[in-house]
């Protein structure tokens, strides 16, 4: 929680996720954008920067749904904060700090359409060559059930 950041590291978050990705996710977290709970999906998404660099914008497309992110440096806090809402009314609040030179820690707070929430504490690695995030989540869903969920990305274009 007393973790803080750079506009600096910011940059290189940014730099690290600019581009296209897709992979196939097997959701523990029953989250519906990304398929049923159990089942395999193919979900791509794809970030850019805006136009004047202080924010970055990130597009998604499951088999159910579409997601909107946006990922900001709050100066104020010195954080990197995300704010996502999917087209099935999943609303996810995040703060983003590095751990070390190629992992990220990311912790979300998510709101369901119906006003249940969980909570997710996250590792995001990204390989030596940038080509593949492995992001690492773990936490409780709605019910108070432990889950741990593991997603594999390749990266298909910048």
């Excluded at 600096?8 to 049923?36: L, P, Q």
């Excluded at 990311?106 to 390989?127: I, K, M, N, P, Y």
């Amino acid at each position: 929680k007393g973790a803080r950041v750079t506009r600096s590291d910011f940059k290189k978050f940014c730099e690290a996720n600019v581009g296209s990705w897709t992979g196939k996710v097997t959701s523990v977290i029953s989250e519906t954008s990304v398929g049923k709970k159990g089942e395999a999906a193919t979900y791509y998404w794809q970030t850019r920067l805006t136009d004047d660099g202080k924010a970055m914008e990130l597009k998604g497309v499951g088999p159910k749904a579409t997601d909107r992110a946006l990922f900001y440096y709050d100066a104020a806090a010195r954080k990197i904060r995300a704010t996502g809402v999917s087209s099935k009314g999943i609303v996810n609040q995040a703060t983003i700090h590095r751990q070390g030179d190629k992992k990220w820690f990311r912790h979300t707070l998510q709101t369901a359409a119906d006003g249940t929430t969980s909570e997710f504490r996250s590792v995001l690695t990204f390989s030596e060559k940038g080509k593949t995030l492995t992001i690492v989540i773990n936490g409780k869903n709605a019910d108070g059930t432990a889950m741990k969920q593991t997603n594999v990305w390749r990266q298909i274009g910048n």
